[in-house]
């Protein structure tokens, strides 16, 4: 039990210290947010569809629809209900601090997956636990960035750009609490779904587009290297 309120907290600490990266700027970010999308989204990706979704197969029927929940759930608190939001720095002139506003606000709301699926996955086994908190704490860095970026874009200070990273990182507190309130034997294979929707959501339409949009002929490979990140890893946690 304490543990896994330790890992919700290092998973919001992951936001905070996106937000820091920002708030330092730093001359090495651009390349290494690349770096972390890239092979972030690579890992998320190969962690959602192989070790995820088996489980939440098994353990509901409604598994279909329980993922495009939780794939619309994201998109709607990030990109419907949101003037403007995109992964990685915000570099566009002008905009209002609503922006900034709701960018957090749909991004506190993707974090209340990641707190649930931090949560279900660590109540499968311990193995699929600290996979699905690698896959968070790896997006979560650029996403506190990402907030940071869009509030600092947006006139906010550096404090204020920070603390937008904390409150998306508090989102992950609530989604696991949550969680744990409900009955875990009704729950677990829809919240299971719900985090392969909301991982696939975040690699494929949030965190691609970011490392496919820029002419870098080996950041569209980063990927390819989080998948084989996330094959060298499930071969030495399976191996005993
Ligand atoms: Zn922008
Ligand atoms: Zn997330």
Do not use: C
């Not at 890992?7 to 920002?22: D, K």
């Not at 989204?41 to 029927?61: D, K, N, S």
Request: charged fraction near 10%; avoid cysteine.
């Amino acid at each position: 039990m304490m543990k896994i309120f330790m890992f919700l907290i290092v998973a919001a600490l992951a936001n905070v210290a996106g937000g820091a990266m920002y708030v330092l700027r730093r001359q090495w970010e651009q390349e290494s947010l690349r770096f972390l999308i890239g092979t972030g989204a690579g890992f998320m990706l190969a962690v959602a569809l192989a070790e995820i979704l088996p489980e939440a197969t098994e353990r509901t029927h409604d598994v279909a629809l329980w993922i495009l929940g939780g794939f619309l759930f994201v998109h709607i608190f990030e990109h419907i209900l949101t003037p403007h939001f995109h992964y990685g720095h915000e570099r566009h002139e002008g905009l209002s601090p609503r922006v900034g506003l709701a960018a957090t606000g749909g991004l506190l709301m993707h974090s209340v997956t990641d707190g649930v699926a931090i949560v279900a996955s660590w109540d499968v086994d311990a193995a699929l636990g600290l996979l699905v908190l690698a896959a968070v704490v790896w997006h979560k860095i650029p996403a506190g960035f990402t907030a940071a970026s869009v509030v600092g874009a947006t006139g906010g200070g550096r404090s204020t750009s920070l603390t937008a990273s904390a409150i998306v990182g508090v989102g992950t507190l609530i989604g696991g609490v949550v969680y744990m309130l409900l009955p875990a034997e009704r729950w677990l294979g829809p919240a299971l779904g719900v985090s392969v929707g909301s991982l696939l959501y975040v690699s494929a339409t949030d965190l691609l587009p970011e490392i496919n949009r820029r002419r870098s002929a080996w950041a569209p490979l980063g990927i390819i290297l989080g998948v084989g990140i996330f094959y060298l890893t499930h071969l030495f946690m399976h191996q005993h």
